[in-house]
DNA sequence: ATGGTGGGTTACCCA
């Protein structure tokens, strides 16, 4: 089962770009952050005529998450306000037994914003939901991939310059507990199971020739729980995707699982 | 410290 997710900032201004990445890269299920675009404009047709359904959530100009898969959707649950964010920033469905999120975390902006400590709040109650989600129906946990734009770096080798970083934006000790906390509670960074050096980014800021020079930080995520990450097969950042003309600020990350006897 | 770039119902916007 091939994952991925990318922050596409803006869906419409690069729908070629998915269809033409998806036909390529023929990922089971693509989970998209910041599609800024309201339901009714979303180009799920465009996405149909190449085999592919969609689900999504989102509003005019900001936001919006959608979770686009080979097999259709099931049990769909659009999942906001959270923590009292009224932002469509959560999608999940099931995918072969496995619920899968689309989840597009708060920025924050500066650390001494209000919107710092929202970020915070809506990263806990994102760890309650999807934990009692897993545990509904009282039998084993379902299996579960918790992807998109975490908007946290978790490890200095994950920023491009950890003392340059130390307590900005991304790069907390609040912002790397708060990840901590879902990963004791049983989610795993499955795409550092299999790739584990420094210097892989899946953002780069727009300006100052920052992706030209490597200057990044790597904020989009595929955490999954025990089960499945234990069947981690390979992971990899599309860097190819945020070279070309007009590209999201962010790459694709791609993450493999062998859940042939599952 | 600032601003650079780029998205979008172009805003004292947000990333």
Known sequence: MRLATWNINSIRMRVPAVLDWLQRTQPDVLGLQETKVTDDLFPGDALAEIGYSSVFVGGKTYNGVALISKEPATDVRIEYPLAD??????????????????????????????????????????????FAEAQEGGGSPTPMA?????????????????????????????????????????????????????????WWDYRQGMFRRNLGLRIDHVYTTADLAARTTGAYVDKDERRKPSPSDHAPVVVDFDVSAA
Do not use: C
């Open 85 to 130: 964010i009224p932002e469509p920033r959560l999608i999940s469905a099931v995918y072969g037994g496995i619920r899968v999120y689309s989840a597009y975390f708060p920025n924050g902006r500066d650390p001494e914003s209000e919107h710092f400590q929202t970020k915070l709040a809506w990263i806990d109650a994102l760890g309650q939901l999807v």
């Open 146 to 202: 918790l992807m998109g734009d975490f908007n946290v770096a978790p490890e200095p080798r994950d920023v491009y310059n950890p003392e340059l970083m130390e307590g900005r934006i991304h790069f907390t000790a609040e912002e790397r507990a708060a990840l901590e906390r879902l990963r004791e509670r049983g989610l795993v960074d499955a795409f550092r199971l299999v790739n584990e050096e420094p210097g892989i980014f899946s």
